[in-house]
């Protein structure tokens, strides 16, 4: 049926009010079919129907439209200026239209759309560009948002909604409900020391010898579940955590180091070995593992998070 929609347009010289009849697409796709054959017979066939129905559809076409889309005679049919301006037009709708229709069903497969990923930052180098390459490569339609924040501002967007799914310590999560998580790894714990510290010259100590040391740590406000685990790890190995200073995240913690200003634990997957002003050291006999995973809400209906976990899935849980 035919979608009437009410309207005041004016025709030639006269104002008129009433109805009009959009075209279909079936019908557009009738005309293309005349056109192209020049054969009202063959674009019956094309379509398996009968010829009347086709120049039925094409009549009732052209009185929509009131012009004549064709030159009908014994010999041949032809089209019309109308007709041939029309069957332009015509082609580009009926593209537009079946490319509508591929992309709607991609994206409802999540073939195509886009992901927002949530990062810590220098926590994920070893393992996400390798999950990205994975990924794109499977799925070069879907777009990636990173978006890099503190470990509870992650948190807190993922709850939001502004984050399909985030890397995250898990400490982060305990006051969201209906969240799913996944653990990826568990790191051990390196102290990091400016080069000029008394520690900086062994690749290796027992966690006995930093008992004494001034530390930095994110601060409370970033992490604060962290930070309250980071304290009771220090306790488990003997210490308590002399705290002299905060810093919003890892990356200004690490400068914080490189001036001097104190030390600070970050777990392995961070040691970066081309600042050659800061110094990473394994800790012998420490009890303290630092896990990572990722994290996204219960009834999250973007497609494309279902395959991203998928690519999760291959490259790390199913092995």
Not at 135 to 144: A, E
Request: charge should be neutral; aromatic fraction near 10%; charged fraction near 25%.
């Amino acid at each position: 049926m035919y979608n009437n929609i009410n309207y005041k347009v004016l025709w030639g010289h006269s104002e008129y009010d009433g109805s009009f009849e959009i075209m279909e697409f079936r019908q557009l796709s009738y005309f293309i079919s005349v056109a192209k054959y020049l054969s009202f017979t063959k674009a019956a066939e094309e379509h398996h129907i009968a010829q009347t129905a086709i120049s039925q559809q094409i009549s009732t076409l052209e009185k929509q439209l009131n012009v004549k889309l064709f030159v009908r005679n014994n010999r041949a049919v032809e089209l019309t200026d109308a007709g041939r301006v029309l069957l332009k037009e015509a082609d580009l709708i009926t593209s537009r239209v079946v490319e509508a229709e591929r992309k709607t069903k991609q994206a409802a497969l999540g073939f195509e759309g886009s992901l927002n990923v949530g990062i810590l930052g220098s926590s994920e180098k070893n393992f996400l560009p390798v999950i990205l390459k994975r990924f794109h490569k499977l799925y070069p339609k879907i777009g990636i948002n990173l978006s890099r924040n503190s470990y509870k501002k992650l948190a807190d967007d993922m709850k939001g909604g502004h984050l399909d799914i985030t890397f995250i310590f898990p400490y982060e999560l305990n006051d969201i409900s209906h969240v799913k998580y996944r653990k990826l790894f568990d790191y051990e714990i390196c102290l990091v020391v400016n080069k000029e510290h008394r520690l900086a010259r062994y690749k290796k100590i027992d966690v006995k010898e930093i008992k004494n040391e001034k530390f930095i740590v994110v601060g409370k406000e970033e992490a604060p579940s962290t930070v309250k685990q980071m304290r009771k790890n220090c306790m488990g190995d003997g210490f308590k955590l002399n705290v002299v200073a905060e810093c919003k995240n890892l990356d200004t913690m690490l400068i914080m180091v490189e001036a001097g200003m104190g030390v600070a634990l970050v777990p392995t997957c961070v040691a970066n070995d081309s600042n050659n002003n800061i110094s990473y050291i394994e800790l012998e006999n420490s009890k303290q593992i630092v896990e990572i995973g990722v994290a996204w809400m219960e009834g999250n209906m973007n497609p494309t998070l279902k395959l991203f976990l998928g690519v999760l899935s291959d490259l790390y849980w199913d092995n």
